[in-house]
């Protein structure tokens, strides 16, 4: 599967001055051979416990800032290969997230052994196995949160005791990790700062994804004729372009690059149709759109829209 997409994208568009950039869900020691056949060029994103091959270069403050909340370093293969170099990424934001994450969820198994510890001591945890068998089950449902804990089931007086304390190298870690990812490449004489530009892509192609199943409602529909395909995709790539077009104009009117809420707020507006009867028995209608509130016209104005007042009633569509 994956040399048939190699070999048909270029056939179709060539091989000159490509570079393949992919997520670390498409590397594999087969696939990575495979692109550096004939000096394919590639951006892949490295799995996430080869940071730990980097932890004395994340710990150190020689990075690299691309904006306010995300640096960058460049760093040797920890493999010696001279063919490739890492691209280290720390983000401000992913950081935060995945400080919450990890705090969430040693939260639920801190709990979860302290309900199992309050059902020993209630005597309904009979032996030593039968508290290991619930703490194993445990660890399976909260597999993200069973590293930071060392956990011993001891019995006192013949009643089972199960006790619990951090593991201080994993929370040590995880503090120096967090917000941290990396991707390898054998494009060596970018700039850390243009490989991160040019990997980042894969973000805004998932986004344009998630875009239009979400905020466009575009989702995929399952057409039997290659001209209903065609026409579908041109359907979403229209409204695709019309949705950025909206977030160049936020930005140039200071409201940020994200169209979502000047949407919402554009709703407020509606097509009214008005019936008018007159005397030879002929009605006119005439198709109004409401006058927009003081906040949204504010808005409006900012965008340099303006919205009709009145539309061209077509009897026929």
């Keep these: 599967m994956f040399l048939r997409r190699i070999t048909a994208m270029e056939t179709l568009y060539g091989k000159a001055d490509r570079i393949w950039i992919m997520d670390r869900g498409m590397i594999s020691p087969e696939n990575l051979k495979l692109l550096r056949q004939e000096q394919r060029r590639y951006i892949i994103g490295a799995a996430k416990n080869q940071l730990k091959h980097f932890e004395a ?28 170099i890492f691209i280290l990424c720390r983000s401000t934001a992913r950081q935060a997230k995945e400080k919450a994450i990890h705090v969430r969820f040693r939260d639920r198994l801190k709990t979860a052994l302290e309900r199992l510890q309050k059902s020993c001591e209630q005597g309904r945890v009979k032996d030593v196995q039968q508290a290991e068998r619930r703490i194993g089950r445990l660890l399976e449902r909260h597999q993200r949160a069973a590293a930071f804990f060392e956990i011993t089931v001891t019995t006192n007086n013949d009643a089972v005791e199960v006790k619990w304390s951090p593991r201080e190298a994993q929370d040590t870690w995880a503090q120096v990790s967090e917000g941290c990812y990396a991707f390898r490449t054998n494009v060596k004489e970018w700039t850390p700062e243009e490989l991160w530009q040019a990997y980042i892509q894969l973000t805004d192609a998932e986004a344009a994804f998630r875009l239009q199943k979400d905020d466009l409602k575009l989702r995929p529909v399952w057409h039997q004729k290659e001209e209903r395909v065609k026409a579908h995709i041109f359907v979403c790539f229209v409204a695709y372009v019309l949705w950025k077009c909206l977030g160049q104009l936020c930005q140039q009117a200071g409201l940020d690059d994200e169209p979502r809420k000047v949407i919402q707020e554009m709703q407020q507006l509606q097509l009214t149709d008005v019936v008018l009867p007159t005397r030879k028995g002929v009605e006119i209608r005439l198709r109004c759109v409401t006058k927009p509130e003081p906040a949204l016209a504010l808005l409006l104005q900012k965008l340099k829209l303006k919205p009709p007042s009145r539309l061209i009633f077509n009897a026929n569509l």
């Design 57 to 84: 270069e994340l710990r150190q403050n020689d990075w690299q800032k691309v904006h306010d909340g995300l640096e960058v370093k460049r760093c040797a293969s920890p493999d010696g290969d001279d063919a490739e």
